[in-house]
């Protein structure tokens, strides 16, 4: 990976190898304007927040899942993290020591599965089709786990828009893992990165608002909208969970950016996110269209997912090939950059997987970076 980035800033590449959002759509002029507020008010600049985040952007955080998830929460169940990458961890850090047990999807979140490994938990993966989560495997895995005397921890899911697949759970399994859940007695971590990037159709349905037992912890992150560079997310789930999260969080952080907070809150309060997300649409719609055009056309026959969400596409390679060999074969023969997928597995049936990336890619080089794929491959 690390001598992928380095080459990538050599020279010029087509790089469908990022995670974030394209700067060209990312609201930075305003931002600029209200960052000079911002910065202007001492005590935005020279004080801390609570740990557990300003008041006024929980408050706003609270009125955000009330309009888009349709969950009534309140402030003093919100924890304002640095991005939702703090929010997973200091979720491991609360429930997870050496040995104990964390079900993922698989593939899933590759930052997620390293970060909780090093609380020492053993991470144990559910495959993914194009529904999602096959919830009846998390069934099997759990009984069999039971029948072993072996307590799961946390189950994690990104249901829409994954990371890495691109799929999205419907809503008959979502039922499902609730089901599970409470069958079992399990704790659901939700993570929404990428929920705002929905393509088609009505948003689903989140789990937490699904869930009538307090079994769902959500994770949230204003970085695939806003940028991820603001380092803003939040955390928000039952009481008993989320003041245990408030006693660790003070001591690693002081507390999230001032600035970056107040960045949020103003975002927030004068429609600047809602524009955002709408630009971020509908050019990630675009590209995400003309990349599936160019697979179908370009590598006929290998398989690939079709998101409605989210930033990634996932093609499978042919069967037996090195997704790492391919990978930087590719960067250095054709200038083409691509993530390799087997890291976000828990076994080793991702080999051949490689991972491509729609939102940050210029839509004119999407077609030459297909072909560059697919002449490399020899068709
Ligand atoms: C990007 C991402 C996050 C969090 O990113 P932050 O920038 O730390 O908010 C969390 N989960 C998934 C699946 C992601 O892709």
Redesign the pocket.
């Known amino acids: 990976m690390s001598k992928i980035s380095d080459l990538s800033r050599k020279r010029e590449v087509i790089s469908f190898a990022a ?1 974030e959002p394209d700067p060209s759509v990312l609201p930075r002029k305003i931002f600029g304007e209200l960052m000079k507020e911002v910065f202007e008010k001492v005590e935005l600049v020279g004080n801390y927040t609570p740990a557990d985040g300003a008041f006024e952007l929980r408050e706003e955080i609270a009125k955000f899942m009330k309009k888009y998830d349709d969950v009534k929460t309140d402030p003093n169940k919100i924890v304002v993290t ?5 929010a ?1 961890d200091l979720l491991g850090r609360i429930f997870l020591d050496a040995g104990d047990i964390a079900i993922s999807e698989s593939p899933s ?1 590759v ?2 599965l390293i970060d909780w490994k090093q609380y020492g938990a053993r991470i144990v993966g559910v495959p993914v089709d194009d529904s999602g989560m096959i919830t009846d495997e998390l069934e099997k895995t759990v009984k069999k786990l039971k029948g072993e005397r072996k307590r799961v921890k946390l189950v994690y899911t ?1 249901p829409t828009g ?2 890495p697949s691109g799929v999205t759970m419907i809503e008959e399994r979502r039922k499902h893992l609730l089901e599970i859940a409470s069958q079992y007695d399990l704790i659901l971590v939700e ?1 929404t ?2 929920n705002h990037l929905l393509y088609e159709g009505q948003p689903p349905k989140t789990l937490r608002s699904m869930d009538k037992e307090g079994r769902v912890i959500y ?1 949230g ?4 909208i806003l940028g ?1 560079g603001l ?1 803003i ?1 939040w955390l928000e789930g039952p009481s008993e969970v989320m003041d245990l999260i408030k006693m660790v969080k003070g001591p690693t952080d002081m507390c999230a950016s001032t600035p970056m907070q107040y960045l949020v809150i103003e975002s927030l309060r004068r429609g600047i996110f809602e524009d955002a997300k709408k630009k971020a649409l509908e050019n990630y719609k675009m590209k995400r269209d003309i990349m599936i055009k160019s697979i179908e056309e370009k590598l006929k026959g290998l398989k690939f997912t079709k998101p409605i969400a989210g930033m990634f596409i996932l093609v499978w390679l042919k069967k037996g090939m090195d997704g790492y060999a391919f990978a930087e074969e590719l960067l250095e023969k054709k200038g083409v950059a691509v993530v390799p997928a087997a890291a976000f597995y828990t076994d080793d049936s991702g080999k051949e997987v490689i991972r491509l990336n729609f939102s940050m890619v210029p839509p004119e080089k999407i077609e030459k970076g297909i072909s560059s794929i697919a002449e490399l491959l020899g068709f």
């Open positions: 995670g640095i991005g939702g990458s703090q997973l979140y930052n997620t990104i994954q990371n993570d990165a990428y994770s992150t204003f970085s695939k991820t380092r997310g």
